[in-house]
């Protein structure tokens, strides 16, 4: 394969990410939280990209809520646990929740909607259905953890003296494991966010941290959007 072919592939694969509108919010929320952890709440050019960015994300998420309920009203997966499927179906409700009342948040931020109070008063119930959500996927992904880790166990048991790396069922379930490892840590970082957003502790997660969090968790989420070529060669 030509250096042209090699870069012709990689810039495809470049054009599939940036056509997907998930990915392109996520790069606007790095840049968002990137803008809020130089400001560190101050007045000036990086807080007013903040603000920009924030407003600019929320025309990419109109009717995203409708995912969401979608995926409430949706069967699980058979033989998943019923705690897990309360909790899996919590997060899915809260979320949507956050979705739909953000767009009238939106409406109050362009003017649209002239009850300010009240707006940002929808606003933070909506933030806090997001915390909630994070707190729900937190719990999801470690009991998905637990059940994938008694799996691997299982079947390291199975395939005893055989090299696991190349049994295709050992890898996939390892991969599933690294996976929702990487959400884990993201839900958490998302639970530090909301906090910080909402103020519940402003002497220890100021701006700057919440920034900093926020940018991670953002980047995290640019990486689990990358088609699967450009993540392998990512890991």
Same mark, same amino acid.
């Given at each position: 394969?030509?250096? %042209? ?25 790095a840049?968002?939280?990137g803008?809020?952890?130089?400001? &560190? ?8 990209v ?11 998420? %109109? ?7 979608h ?20 997060k ?7 979705l ?6 939106w ?5 649209i ?5 009240q707006?940002d008063?929808?606003?933070r ?6 915390m909630?959500?994070?707190i729900c ?7 998905e ?5 008694a799996?691997?166990k ?8 055989d090299d696991?790396?190349?049994n295709?069922?050992?890898r996939?379930k ?8 990487l ?5 958490g970082m998302?639970i530090v966010?909301?906090?910080g957003?909402?103020?519940l502790?402003?002497?220890?997660i &100021?701006?700057?941290v ?7 968790s ?18």
């Amino acid at each position: 394969m030509s250096t %042209l072919d090699v870069a012709r592939a990689e810039l495809g694969l470049v054009v599939l990410y940036l056509n997907k509108a998930e990915a392109r919010d996520k790069i606007c929320r790095a840049i968002q939280y990137g803008s809020k952890y130089l400001s &560190n709440g101050e007045p000036g050019t990086a807080q007013n990209v903040d603000k920009s960015t924030s407003l600019a994300r929320k025309v990419f998420r %109109l009717f995203k809520f409708v995912n969401d309920l979608h995926a409430l009203i949706s069967p699980t997966p058979a033989g998943t646990p019923l705690p897990l499927v309360l909790l899996g179906k919590s997060k899915n409700a809260l979320l949507s929740t956050f979705l739909f009342l953000d767009q009238i948040v939106w409406l109050g931020r362009t003017g649209i909607y002239k009850n300010k109070e009240q707006a940002d008063v929808i606003g933070r119930i909506s933030l806090f259905c997001w915390m909630g959500s994070s707190i729900c996927t937190t719990l999801v992904e470690i009991g998905e953890l637990g059940r994938l880790s008694a799996s691997l166990k299982k079947l390291e048991k199975h395939l005893k003296n055989d090299d696991k790396y190349q049994n295709e069922e050992y890898r996939a379930k390892l991969k599933k494991s690294n996976d929702r490892s990487l959400a884990l840590i993201k839900a958490g970082m998302d639970i530090v966010v909301a906090v910080g957003l909402l103020q519940l502790a402003p002497k220890k997660i &100021n701006p700057r941290v919440t920034g900093a969090f926020g940018f991670a968790s953002s980047l995290i989420s640019c990486y689990q959007l990358l088609p699967s070529p450009a993540k392998s060669k990512a890991s």
